[in-house]
């Protein structure tokens, strides 16, 4: 089942540190919007530094990711990361 996270008040820096943090674990976010399919891990993004707001959809965790975590762990770690980085979940969407 694919999940859909949605972050705002994540300055241009955060987001720099954000996508650093993430190539530590192997998923690389080069633009400011795309895709990606690494290790398991898989979904599109689409940062906007104008409202400082991060959108990752279609996320889904196949082999060898899924022999980790779950799909909420991952939404539960990525979202510790962007309010690590000054950044909040986005209120009203589901």
């Given amino acids: 089942m694919a999940k859909n996270l949605h972050y705002e008040g994540l300055k241009p820096e955060a987001f720099d540190q954000f996508k650093s943090k993430l190539q530590a674990y192997g998923i690389d976010l080069s ?12 979904g599109k993004y689409n940062y906007n530094p104008e409202t400082e ?20 762990t991952l939404a539960s770690r990525l979202t510790e990361t962007v309010v690590q980085h000054g950044g909040r979940p986005k209120q009203g969407v589901a």
């Fill in 31 to 42: 633009e400011n919007s795309g895709s990606f399919k690494e290790k398991g891990v898989s």
């Fill in 53 to 72: 707001e991060l959108e990752l959809n279609d996320l889904s965790i196949g082999f060898p990711a899924s022999m980790m975590l779950n799909i909420d």
